[in-house]
């Protein structure tokens, strides 16, 4: 919405609007993905708890779906942050009457990043040392920064 | 990329008449994924129907190319030529009782989304390098600026700026081609 106001007088505004576009269009196509590996693997934790016989081969089934259930919100932590940092262009760049809407955006978005990865970490059972988490974490801090440089850059 | 490949249509047109093979290579590769694209998904064509409309409309392509009255409507032919041996092909097949024309309209909608998408691939070609690689990787590829950054080595923090950059200069090349051409007699 910032950069679509700030047409005129930022000749980058349309190719930031693009590319807001593009990310929204993924986070949009990524929710009910989300949901449905969180409830395909939340099943598989059930029936882990259920289950009788072969526990090894068990358990690697539901590290399988727990790691299918954890790739949408990593993916979706790393949009919160690329939308952050198109949230804070847009704010430096773009019209100042709009430089709050793009705050507000960039709060929005490192908000996503954070609930994201809180999702790679705590809801999959995902180990500290796992590659995964260090990138939803990566990105997290990555959206955080870009919220907290425009904001301050207001104050 | 070899030398053919940066050749406006006009002028790889003008190296096929003259009898260049390797022109006449260059043609098919540029056009063979928007023909498939326009049987397979414009007109929902079967594989092997599909590959028939395909062979033949490379044929008559090299049969025709003389009757192109302005060369710079190569693609524009070929999209004709393409669609009427979609809907000949579906009338043969049985598969539509109803005339060609409302099959036409059927998938028009489609058809100018993928006329859309390849003029924005051929516009995409004679960005330089970089700017090719970056919206590639961004818009089809769907990778993250994080991912980007570190794939090109180039800083994180430029990568929105250098997108909204190419974007400008994409829109530049389309905004210079949108110059009606002139179909052919075929």
Not at chain 1, 32 to 46: C, F, G, K, N, Q
Not at chain 2, 168 to 174: A, G, S
Request: glycine residues 6%; aromatic residues 4%; proline residues 3%.
């Amino acid at each position: 919405m910032v950069a679509r106001s700030t047409r005129d007088s930022w000749e980058d505004a349309p190719g930031v609007a693009a590319q807001a576009l593009a990310i929204q269009e993924r986070v949009v196509q990524l929710a009910p993905a989300d949901a449905e590996a969180w409830e395909t693997a939340l099943t598989a934790l059930r029936e882990a708890g259920n289950a009788e016989g072969d526990g090894a081969r068990r358990d690697f089934e539901l590290e399988r779906k727990l790691g299918l259930a954890a790739a949408a919100p990593l993916e979706i932590a790393e949009l919160g942050a690329d939308a952050a940092a198109l949230a804070a262009l847009a704010g430096e760049h773009g019209d100042p009457a709009y430089r709050a809407d793009a705050v507000a955006a960039a709060a929005l978005a490192a908000g996503g990043a954070r609930a994201a990865a809180h999702l790679v970490e705590v809801n999959l059972a995902v180990r500290a040392g796992d590659e995964r988490l260090a990138q939803a974490r990566a990105s997290e801090q990555a959206a955080s920064e870009a919220a907290e440089r425009l904001l301050a850059s207001i104050r | 990329m070899s030398e053919l490949s940066t050749l406006t249509d006009a002028e790889l047109v003008q190296q096929c008449r003259a009898g260049d093979t390797a022109a006449w290579n260059e043609l098919v590769e540029r056009f063979s994924r928007y023909v498939y694209a326009v049987c397979v998904k414009g007109f929902r064509l079967g594989e092997e129907d599909a590959e028939d409309v395909f062979q033949e409309v490379f044929m008559r392509v090299f049969t025709h190319l003389d009757t192109l009255r302005d060369d710079a409507a190569l693609r524009p032919w070929i999209a004709q030529l393409t669609r009427r041996l979609c809907i000949d092909s579906i009338s043969r097949s049985g598969r539509e009782q109803a005339a060609a024309e409302p099959v036409e309209e059927d998938v028009a909608g489609d058809l100018v989304e993928i006329d859309e998408a390849f003029t924005v691939r051929e516009a995409l070609t004679s960005l330089p390098e970089v700017c090719q690689e970056i919206l590639d990787r961004f818009f089809a590829q769907d990778q993250s600026y994080r991912t980007i950054s570190a794939e090109l080595d180039l800083p994180s923090g430029t990568i929105a700026s250098r997108i909204a950059r190419c974007l400008r200069r994409l829109r530049d090349e389309l905004e210079g081609r949108n110059e009606p051409a002139q179909g052919s007699r075929e």
